[in-house]
């Protein structure tokens, strides 16, 4: 028999360290864009927190300001009504008149009975 050389492949050796090599270039690169992402997401929470901040503080005075408008015009309100006890009785008197002519005219409009109320 003729003696075949075992022929090797040149360079396996080779090829497997620059495989690992570019495995750890590509770990490297992700762990750089791990870190990249971190860090935005911390700047863009951040930012978040800041703009709600704003939003809050800035709703808090427009509720504040507009509580004392309204406690101002209650106690005008009050004042009068004190001052002119007559008035704020008629006052109070006519839109009870006026709310029960509405619910009348309501309930005579919705019955189809005609005028039966039962």
Same mark, same amino acid.
């Given at each position: 028999? @003729? ?7 040149? *360079? ?13 270039? $590509? !770990?490297?690169?992700? +762990?750089?864009? =791990?870190? %990249? $992402?971190?860090?935005? %997401? $911390?700047? $863009? ?13 800035? @709703? %808090? ?6 509580? !004392?408008?309204? !406690? %101002? ?6 004042? #009068?009504? !004190?001052? =002119? ?17 509405? *619910?009348? +005219?309501? #309930? ?5 009975? *005609?005028?039966?109320?039962?």
């Amino acid at each position: 028999m @003729a003696d075949t050389p075992k022929t090797e492949v040149p *360079g396996i050796d080779g090829i497997q360290k620059s495989v690992e090599k570019q495995i750890s270039e $590509l !770990r490297k690169e992700i +762990a750089k864009i =791990n870190k %990249s $992402l971190t860090d935005r %997401s $911390l700047d $863009l929470v951040a930012e978040a927190r800041d703009t709600a901040h704003g939003v809050i503080e800035g @709703a %808090s005075m427009r509720t504040s300001r507009a509580a !004392r408008q309204l !406690r %101002s015009q209650a106690q005008s309100v009050s004042e #009068a009504a !004190r001052e =002119n006890p007559a008035t704020t009785g008629a006052v109070i008197g006519l839109a009870g008149l006026v709310g029960f002519m509405i *619910g009348f +005219a309501i #309930a005579k409009g919705s019955n189809g009975e *005609g005028g039966r109320w039962y």
